[in-house]
């Protein structure tokens, strides 16, 4: 169908740009392109995908929260 061309699409895209500096996520969302090829029933699919998406979303929180603490930098303001 065209939904899954399109999310499909899209996956690719993110996985090739999450490659460079996250590439634990990247390949999780491989294994969720690799998945939506699959056979099986619409069902079982949908289930897979929700669960890709959870962990994904999860992988991203994480990394992104450790980016943040890596690279914060401390601003001091002038005394008045």
């Known amino acids: 169908g065209v939904i899954p061309g399109q999310i499909k699409r899209i996956a690719t895209n993110l996985q090739g740009q999450l490659k460079a500096q996250f590439g634990l996520v990247a390949d999780q969302v491989a294994g969720m392109i690799i998945a939506m090829g699959r056979g099986g029933?619409?069902?079982?699919?949908?289930?897979?995908?929700?669960?890709?998406?959870?962990?994904?979303?999860?992988?991203?929180?994480?990394?992104?929260?450790?980016?943040?603490?890596?690279?914060?930098?401390?601003?001091?303001?002038a005394p008045e």
């Open 41 to 77: 029933g619409e069902q079982g699919k949908v289930r897979v995908l929700r669960e890709a998406v959870a962990q994904i979303r999860t992988a991203l929180e994480i990394n992104a929260a450790k980016v943040k603490k890596d690279h914060a930098v401390t601003i001091e303001l």
